[in-house]
């Protein structure tokens, strides 16, 4: 599964962008997609995951409520909606795939690096003061 993030740029705190991450190749319908992010000198973090099915997603606490994962099968993305954006969620975006998931269903995505086999190249977002 080739990933390919897109959406990335700058926009003032309080505002709304949404990434997507595209597949090419092969749909990922079987896979669980993720999202993590990479500020400048610091670890790579996870921000979301989500279900083959859609149904279920994951977010850490800190960004329930802000960000939403969602799959746009017809078009074999996934986008991650992120609104009240801070100065703090400035960072390269990445997605990520996993192995399949079989059967595919509502199997509760993980939220470690290790768990994804399939990465995107990044996408930069800076959230200005």
């Known amino acids: 599964v080739q990933l390919q993030a897109s959406g990335g740029g700058l926009v003032q705190a309080g505002g709304s962008l949404r990434l997507s991450c595209a597949a090419s190749?092969?749909?990922?319908?079987?896979?669980?997609v993720a999202w993590f992010r990479q500020a400048p000198g610091k670890e790579r973090e996870f921000v979301a995951a989500?279900?083959?099915?859609?149904?279920?997603?994951v977010l850490p606490k800190s960004m329930k409520g802000r960000f939403t994962i969602a799959r746009d099968t017809a078009k074999n993305t996934v986008h991650l909606q992120m609104s009240s954006l801070k100065p703090e969620d400035t960072a390269t975006y990445y997605c990520?795939?996993?192995?399949?998931?079989?059967?595919?269903?509502?199997?509760?995505?993980?939220?470690?690096?290790?768990?994804?086999?399939?990465w995107g190249q990044g996408t930069l977002v800076t959230v200005s003061s």
């Open positions: 990520a795939a996993s192995e399949d998931v079989l059967p595919p269903g509502d199997q509760i995505p993980g939220t470690r690096q290790s768990e994804y086999r399939y």
């Open positions: 989500i279900s083959t099915s859609g149904q279920n997603t």
């Open positions: 190749g092969r749909t990922f319908t079987s896979n669980f």
